[in-house]
């Protein structure tokens, strides 16, 4: 006999909370490694290198310049160039992916402001970098993110939550102060430079 399904049956789920977003962003790496040991195996150095130029082909096919995918991926510009100039088959995927975005109109500072900008913009941020760096980086231009802010308030949340773990400066211990130069309760004086205290000296030797 036919049941009806009920209409919540398959639903997608609701979109997540700012800090829940942020979360995900911050322990990706986390979830990559728990997957690599759940299979009881270590990745090779050529596992690593080959997912990381992928993440890079995902980010430049997304818009992302360069500088922006290899902070994508976790790799420093200059391995990132190494790679470009010593593997031909890289560098070829490379710019096919780089065209790809340019032919459908995913160029850094223009209008379009796609997801993965944004991924790389709330990551940034929550790694401690500032707002205008952050959108530097990513090739949002300030007046379209001040905009942007505005006129959702659903990113303004991801912002403030991206913020809100970013991690604080380590506090320096005070520096030492000598005792002379620190200031004096009411009614103390503070001692000269060079200045001798008179004292009374007891004769040790008593009195016939």
Not at 40 to 63: E, F, I, K, N, W
Not at 109 to 123: F, I, K, Q, V, Y
Not at 125 to 130: N, Q
Request: net charge positive.
């Amino acid at each position: 006999m036919y049941e009806p399904q009920d209409a919540d049956h398959g639903a997608r789920p609701g979109p997540l909370e700012p800090e829940q977003v942020i979360a995900w962003l911050r322990d990706r790496d986390a979830v990559g490694q728990t997957l690599q040991n759940a299979v009881d195996h270590l990745p090779s150095q050529r596992d690593v290198t080959l997912a990381t130029m992928a993440d890079v082909l995902q980010a430049t096919a997304q818009g992302l310049e360069l500088p922006a995918a290899a902070v994508w991926a976790g790799v420093s510009e200059s391995v990132l160039r190494g790679w470009i100039d010593g593997d031909p088959a890289f560098a070829s995927a490379l710019y096919a992916c780089a065209a790809l975005a340019a032919a459908h109109g995913l160029r850094p500072g223009h209008d379009s402001t796609t997801p993965a900008m944004l991924r790389l913009l709330l990551s940034a941020l929550s790694g401690g970098a500032t707002k205008n760096d952050a959108a530097r980086l990513v090739g949002v231009p300030e007046r379209r993110l001040r905009r942007l802010t505005r006129e959702f308030p659903a990113l303004a949340g991801l912002l403030d939550a991206a913020r809100s773990v970013r991690p604080r400066p380590r506090r320096s211990r005070p520096a030492y102060v000598p005792s002379t130069y620190r200031p004096r309760r009411p009614g103390q004086r503070t001692p000269a430079h060079g200045a001798f205290r008179l004292v009374q000296r007891e004769d040790r030797e008593g009195t016939a």
